[in-house]
């Protein structure tokens, strides 16, 4: 059964560091893995997906890796502001092709102090 | 696209009353999923539909959950009788096979 973990569960930091979020699966075997950002009391907001072939990808400020014989992703945040202070969950794509649910890490908590 | 709808957006009931939640997926996009997210146990799939067909429903808790798409625009989620431990918020999301998934705001469930 594939499960997800995020460390840490929460992590404080002062605008302009970069920082990197982790998050490791134990079922190497998935189709693709997704990055979201939620907001207190909002939905989630997707941030980056990556499918299996792909090592990483890239928006802006944003870089999410995936080494998928490890059962590692990471998302990297440069420059970070307070407006990014949200909690970010990973969640994997079971490799059943394009079907298959999503499951989800507890999430990392995110606060970045002005 | 206004994305996923969903409603209602905040829904307080007494325990034993049905609860319906609701929801529009982005249009053209063929799979719809149910998530639940506590707390203690964080988001939970409960059901996926793909072309409006149940494919895996054994993330449901109990017969007491029901879910249905009559057609492509339009999913319920429905809790008979409800309980205070199905408090939670319940999302909704879709996607194309094999893309991103986007999510609704959510509904809070308050079950007194």
């Known amino acids: 059964k594939q499960e997800v973990t995020q460390i840490p569960a929460a992590l404080s930091v002062p605008e302009g560091e970069n920082l990197v979020l982790n998050c490791s699966f134990t079922?190497?075997?998935?189709?693709?893995l997704q990055w979201f950002r939620q907001d207190p009391g909002k939905g989630l907001t997707s941030l980056l997906l990556?499918?299996?072939?792909?090592r990483e990808q890239t928006s802006g400020r944003l870089n999410a890796s995936l080494d998928k014989s490890s059962g590692r992703s990471t998302l990297y945040i440069a420059a970070s502001q307070p407006g990014d202070s949200a909690t970010y969950l990973c969640a994997v794509r079971g490799d059943g092709g394009s079907q298959g649910n999503l499951i989800f890490g507890k999430g990392t908590k995110l606060s970045v102090k002005p | 696209d206004a994305g996923v709808i969903q409603s209602p957006r905040h829904e307080v009931t007494e325990m034993g009353q049905e609860v319906t939640l609701r929801c529009k997926p982005i249009s053209g996009h063929d799979y719809l999923f149910w998530y639940r997210q506590t707390m203690m146990r964080g988001l939970e799939l409960l059901i996926y539909f793909n072309n409006n067909v149940p494919i895996d429903d054994s993330g449901m808790p109990e017969d007491r959950f029901s879910a249905k798409m009559p057609n492509a625009s339009f999913s319920t989620l429905k809790i008979q009788p409800s309980e205070p431990r199905d408090s939670a918020v319940y999302f909704c999301a879709s996607s194309r096979a094999g893309g991103e998934q986007f999510f609704g705001p959510g509904t809070r469930l308050t079950v007194l």
């Open positions: 079922d190497s075997a998935i189709y693709n």
């Open positions: 990556i499918q299996s072939s792909q």
